[in-house]
């Protein structure tokens, strides 16, 4: 079975700090996600990674980096957490090629930016 | 671009009356759609997907193009059917996945 592991379930960090957020997979999965969860609003992809060193903007990549140095971890940063940017943020991967290959998701992280 | 609409965030049923949670999606290509669930404290995880054509937890979902629809329908909701659902659209080869808004399901019993 697919495991996607979260480094943090719960992080509370301040106004202006630099976060890391972790996410390994254990499955050899070439694409890994991120993705941010509002209420109302669905899950949002801020960056997503098809190898290692590759990564493409999602739909909301402002204010946040990414880094895949390793096929199995994908880190997400926020380089100057501001307030809009507590949420809860999913990690996911896949396999890629082959027809409709699903995402795996983590248990998530909830960020309070204070 | 592509999109999915899930245009009920609450539907709430009584236990053993049918579901229905709607999605339609916009994409002029072969669309690839899944449905995704998530019950309180756990993970997100798939339901399943149009190719499967098959049955999960009594859960179907067909794939309509004339309408861009793939609604997610059970005959008879159970209150374990509670949860979160979201629709979600995976276009040709690109790796990028579209989820809608999400339906949060109620099954009153």
């Known amino acids: 079975d697919v495991k996607v592991t979260q480094s943090s379930r719960y992080l509370v960090k301040r106004t202006g700090e630099k976060v890391f957020l972790e996410c390994v997979q254990d499955?050899?999965?070439?694409?890994m996600f991120w993705y941010r969860q509002d209420p109302g609003l669905g899950l949002r992809l801020i960056y997503f990674s098809y190898d290692v060193k590759m990564k493409e903007k999602g739909d909301i990549p402002e204010g946040y980096s990414v880094s895949r140095e390793k096929k199995e971890r994908f880190s997400l940063i926020l380089e100057s957490a501001s307030t809009n940017q507590t949420s809860m943020y999913l990690c996911?991967?896949?396999?890629?090629?082959?027809?409709?290959?699903?995402?795996?998701f983590g248990d998530g992280t909830r960020l309070s930016i204070l | 671009a592509q999109r999915v609409t899930q245009p009920e965030k609450l539907l709430s049923v009584f236990k053993g009356a049918p579901v229905e949670l709607k999605c339609n999606y916009s994409y002029s290509g072969s669309p690839e759609l899944f449905w995704y669930v998530q019950y309180s404290r756990q993970r997100l995880q798939l339901l399943l997907r149009h190719i499967s054509r098959e049955s999960i937890k009594g859960f179907t979902a067909d794939l309509n193009k004339g309408e861009t629809s793939f609604h997610l329908k059970k005959p008879f909701a159970q209150e374990e059917d509670s949860a979160m659902y979201y629709c979600?659209?995976?276009?040709?080869?690109?790796?990028?996945?579209?989820f809608g808004t999400g339906t949060k399901l109620q099954v009153i019993p």
């Open positions: 979600a659209l995976k276009t040709g080869g690109y790796q990028k996945v579209t």
């Open positions: 499955m050899d999965h070439e694409n």
């Open positions: 996911a991967s896949s396999l890629y090629g082959g027809r409709a290959q699903p995402q795996h």
